[in-house]
Structure formats: C-alpha cells, structure tokens
C-alpha cells in the first residue's frame, strides 16, 4: 500500500509542476527568459514537497 500512496504522490506532484510550467509558457513570450529563477525556485519547491511527502508517508506508515 505504501507504493501506491507514494506513486499517487510522486504523479500529483508531477501533474502540479506540468500544468504550473505550461501556465507559464501562456503569457509573455518574453516571460519565460525573464523568469528562469522564478521557474527553477518553484522547481526546487515541488522537489523538496515531493520528496518530503514521500518521507513522511514512509515514517507514517512505520510507525503505524
């Protein structure tokens, strides 16, 4: 069961970050070159939310 919730989280993260990025790519042409920060920054964050979220199902699950 633990693979699933962690499949589930990894492919919502995805989602997130797939949707975020084609957003980003609707407005300005210009706004993508300007914001490379921004993009990678909002990267690093749906990273570390993943990763996180998979590290604490697997200590919710063993200490259930």
Known sequence: M???YAVLIVVIGV???VLT???LGRSDPNYREKSKSQVT???MIYLVSIVGS???LVI???VR
Do not use: C, E, G, P
């Open 41 to 43: 920054l909002l990267s």
């Open 21 to 23: 990025y084609k957003q």
């Open 15 to 17: 989602i997130a970050f």
């Open 54 to 56: 998979i590290v604490a």
């Open 2 to 4: 633990l693979i699933v």
């Open 60 to 62: 919710y699950m063993t």
